[in-house]
């Protein structure tokens, strides 16, 4: 086995930083870093909704297919506020919900056409997948970033050692 490399020295550290490839990199880390303030952007908002939000009971009323996300039907449902109905599509499929349920619903105190389905899929959706994605190039790109300076570091020593 062969023993460990010394750490790098603030010269080899230099050049590592100052490569054309680490500035590709940094790049991707700023968009990764835009990212993830979108997501928390997107949690806190969906948190301030559902803390916001008035519940009211709806009714399924019909279900439909969406036309590009897969074959799961989702319900459209209606909902009275202040003595006015509304109808309304959630964006998340479940097979556990049938026309005639009486399902909770959650309303924007200031636009009442505003309406998710309490439940956890309809609501917090777009953050679980968002952070999701936003995680795994997260990974990636740091992956990248240590096998490249690592690669950086290997030929910068094997240049500093050969003859010239």
């Known amino acids: 086995m062969r023993p460990p490399s010394p750490a790098p020295t603030p010269t080899e550290l230099a050049l590592i930083r100052d490569d054309p490839r680490m500035y590709r990199l940094r790049f991707a880390t700023w968009i ?12 806190l908002s969906t948190a301030w909704f559902v803390h916001e939000a008035d519940r009211v009971r709806g009714t399924v009323v019909d279900k439909y297919e969406h036309p590009r ?10 909902y009275v506020v202040d003595g006015r109905t509304y109808r309304a599509r959630a964006d998340v499929g479940d097979p556990r919900i049938d026309i005639g349920d009486r399902v909770d619903v959650l309303v924007d105190p200031g636009d009442a056409r505003d309406a998710r389905l309490a439940t956890s899929g309809s609501v917090w959706k777009a953050p679980i997948i968002t952070g999701s994605v936003t995680g795994l190039v997260a990974l990636f790109i740091l992956g990248v970033r ?8 290997r030929r910068i020593r094997r240049d500093a050692t050969s003859p010239s």
Do not use: C, I, M
Not at 32 to 43: Q, S
Not at 70 to 78: H, K, L, M, N, V
Not at 147 to 153: G, P, R, S
């Open 69 to 78: 996300r897969g074959a799961t039907e989702r319900p459209e449902f209606t």
């Open 32 to 43: 990764v870093a835009a990212l993830a303030a979108f997501t928390v952007w997107l949690v």
């Open 146 to 153: 240590r096998l490249v300076q690592a690669l950086l570091l």
